[in-house]
């Protein structure tokens, strides 16, 4: 009787099949940004399909570091121990940026500008405090993101933190990264992180940083592709020669867009139009290109991040159609693409 009963539990389990965990528990963590809106409404379906966690926004310093002490930890509190209860790890996101940074780091309370010794001991105090609490849940972090210049004369970005302090600016954050947790991997985070030029730009820093002796474990390639672009092979090259210099790579970002934005800004608010075979066709073929070279550098690559659950949630609008669920939380066709 009891065997039955509990074959009877059993069995819609078994309907239901593996989640995206399962199906790559031999080969990588399978991530997920999220928003306080998911831990609420969307619990089962990443339970079931997710065993990382990144905060979309939540962990972000203009988020939760809105003015010189005065924290926002509400938002990341909530994630955060929807993980902890669940007993799901998570990736810090993030800790330097040009972009949602803790700006009034930059100018004093007088208006004055600050010093490089005045904003270092802001951001070691952000990054101190930050990182501390989360320690026990957050097992990497992308502690500087978007560094690196597209293209132009100079290999970095022109930011505020690189005009006040050159690339003091990421050895410090990383040694503060590290002060704070000796155990999390500390990566560095940049899109298009396949194009040659860019590609180059970015190993040559991560090298010569690491060469001089900062803390940084991985590098992140955060994956916001779309369905014209890019050939994986070049994903492939990329990933063979970041694996030179770092022991891991997480993809920290993915989607692939339909850009049925192309031409214009980003579309964020249009519904969901249907798309067309050849579209849907299209962005089949690249999550299975992807996840293919993916698998072969699995030694290396130990997470793989969706960027939103649905495309209710995504940051390029239902339109792009970008994740693996539909804006009803959904699996759609592309899911099975990739669970398998
Ligand atoms: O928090 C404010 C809220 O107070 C205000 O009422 C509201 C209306 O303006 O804006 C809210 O801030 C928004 C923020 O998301 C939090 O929701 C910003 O306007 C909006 O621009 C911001 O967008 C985020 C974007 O980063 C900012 O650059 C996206 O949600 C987020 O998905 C996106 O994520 C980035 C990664 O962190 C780094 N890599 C690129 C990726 C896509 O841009």
Known sequence: MKKTLFLLLLLPLLAQGKGLKDTYRRHFLIGVALNTRNVNDDRQLIIRNF???????????AEIHPAEGRWNFREAD??????RAH??????????????????????????AATREEFLRRL??????VVSRYKDVVYAWDVANECVADGGPTPYRDTRHYRLLGLDALRYAFRYAREADPNALLFYNDYNAFQPAKRDRIYNMVRQLKEEGTPIDGIGLQGHYNIYGPDMALVDTALTLYSTIVPHI?????????????????DFQRQAQPATPEQLEAQK???RDLFRVLKKH???VDCVTFWNLTDRDSWVGPTNQATLFDTEGRPKPVYDVVNH
């Not at 993030?94 to 004093?108: E, V």
């Not at 070691?124 to 405090?129: S, Y």
């Open 87 to 112: 007993g799901i790890k998570m990736r810090g996101h993030t800790l330097l940026w040009h972009a949602q940074f803790a700006d009034w780091m930059y100018t004093n309370a007088d208006g004055t």
């Open 298 to 300: 699995r030694k290396t």
């Open 250 to 266: 997480h993809i920290t970002e993915l989607d692939i867009r339909l850009n049925n934005d192309m031409g214009g800004a980003l």
């Open 51 to 61: 065993n990382s966690v990144t905060c979309e926004n939540a962990m972000k310093p």
């Open 78 to 83: 909530s994630i955060a121990n929807f993980c």
């Open 285 to 287: 073929k690249q999550y």
């Open 124 to 129: 070691h105090d952000h990054i101190l405090t």
